[in-house]
């Protein structure tokens, strides 16, 4: 069973900064040539939606409209680590982030079907 973990969540003021760390087990890096991976933020009573998603073999990050120009995504396949870069936070940001993983099938898309997923951590913005 493939387990992601993510943190760096937490309570921050409208206009300030987190960064979100997602721990990809090495496993799952070296079971397929490339991942697409992701982040995802859920709301009560709301269905997961699309953050950010990286195809791993090269440079393209793909944002929803909502976040971009102020959340950045990123990865170090060194230290089996996705980042996500979350600046000038708004108080709708607020939600439980979830980091997720799939084998590249020549698609990776923001919103996306995904195998592997984390547990989730709470950012809060007020």
């Known amino acids: 069973h493939v387990q992601l973990v993510e943190s760096g969540g937490g309570s921050v003021q409208a206009g300030g900064s987190l960064k979100l760390s997602c721990l990809v087990p090495?496993?799952?890096?070296?079971?397929?040539?490339?991942?697409?991976l992701a982040w995802f933020r859920q709301t009560p009573g709301q269905e997961r939606e699309g953050v950010a998603a990286?195809?791993?073999?090269?440079?393209?990050?793909y944002y929803a409209d909502w976040v971009k120009g102020r959340f950045t995504m990123s990865q170090d396949a060194d230290k089996n680590t996705l980042y996500l870069q979350m600046n000038n936070l708004k108080p709708e940001d607020t939600g439980m982030y979830y980091c997720?993983?799939?084998?590249?099938?020549?698609?990776?898309?923001?919103?996306?079907?995904?195998?592997?997923w984390g547990q989730g951590t709470q950012v809060t913005v007020s």
């Open positions: 997720a993983a799939e084998g590249y099938d020549g698609s990776c898309r923001v919103g996306g079907q995904f195998d592997y």
């Open positions: 090495r496993d799952t890096w070296r079971r397929f040539p490339n991942l697409c």
């Open positions: 990286i195809f791993s073999g090269g440079p393209y990050t």
